[in-house]
C-alpha cells in the first residue's frame, strides 16, 4: 500500500521521462502536487467517509496540478507544452493518497516519485538518446545544450523501452535484495 501512488504514477514516467529535463520537472511537478494533496488531505481525514475524500482528492490533485501546470508554463513553455498530457497522469497517485493514514504520505510518495523520475530521465536519455541534458535550453538561465556521448539504443526512449528499462531495474533490485520479492 506504500508503493502505490508511485505505482500510479509510472504511466507519467514512461510517457515524458525519455529526457532528463522532462523526468526533472515531473518529479518537481509530482513532489509539489502528492506534498500539497497529503498536507490539505490530512485534517479532512477524520470528517470525510472513504468516497467524499477521494472527491476531495481529485479536487485537490486539479488544484495543485493546474498550479503546477501554472508555473511550468511561466518557466518554460517549450517544456510545459511537452509535458502537459504527463502532468494529467500525476493526478492517479495524487487519488491514491487518501487510503494512506500519515500526515506525511504525500511528501514520502512526492520524494519517491522525484528520485524515480531522475534515475529514470537519466537512463533513458544517457542509453537512448546518448546524451545528457538534452533541451536544457528550455529553461531560462541555462545555456546548456547538452552532452552527447555516444549513439544511444532509440528504442529505450519509446514507451516499449521504458517496459524494458524497468524490467531491467526491477530484476537489478531483486538480485541485490532477494527477500524483497
Given amino acids: 500500500m506504500k508503493h502505490l501512488p508511485l505505482l500510479l504514477a509510472l504511466p507519467s514516467l514512461f510517457w515524458a521521462g525519455d529526457l532528463l ?27 470525510l467517509d472513504a468516497p467524499q475524500m477521494t472527491l476531495a482528492a481529485l479536487m485537490l490533485a486539479c488544484l ?15 517544456l510545459a507544452a511537452t509535458l502537459e498530457p504527463a502532468l494529467a ?7 491514491a ?9 504525500g511528501l514520502g510518495a512526492g520524494l519517491r516519485l522525484a528520485a ?3 534515475l529514470f530521465g537519466s537512463l533513458r536519455e544517457l542509453f537512448g538518446h546518448g546524451s545528457l ?5 528550455w529553461l531560462p538561465g541555462l545555456a546548456l545544450n547538452g552532452w552527447q556521448f555516444l549513439h544511444g539504443l532509440p528504442l529505450l526512449t519509446h514507451a516499449a523501452g521504458a517496459f524494458i528499462l524497468a524490467g531491467l531495474l526491477l530484476a537489478l533490485q531483486r538480485y541485490r535484495k532477494p527477500e524483497n520479492v
Fill in 21 to 47: 529535463i522532462n523526468a526533472v520537472a515531473l518529479g518537481l511537478a509530482g513532489l509539489l502536487t502528492l506534498t500539497l494533496c497529503g498536507l490539505l488531505l490530512a485534517p479532512l481525514r477524520h470528517r
Fill in 64 to 78: 495543485c496540478l493546474g498550479s503546477a501546470q501554472l508555473l511550468l508554463q511561466i518557466l518554460s513553455h517549450d
Fill in 89 to 95: 497522469l500525476l493526478l492517479l497517485p495524487a487519488l
Fill in 97 to 105: 493518497l487518501p487510503r494512506t493514514s500519515t500526515l506525511l504520505a
Fill in 116 to 118: 524515480l523520475a531522475l
Fill in 133 to 137: 541534458l538534452t533541451h536544457a535550453d
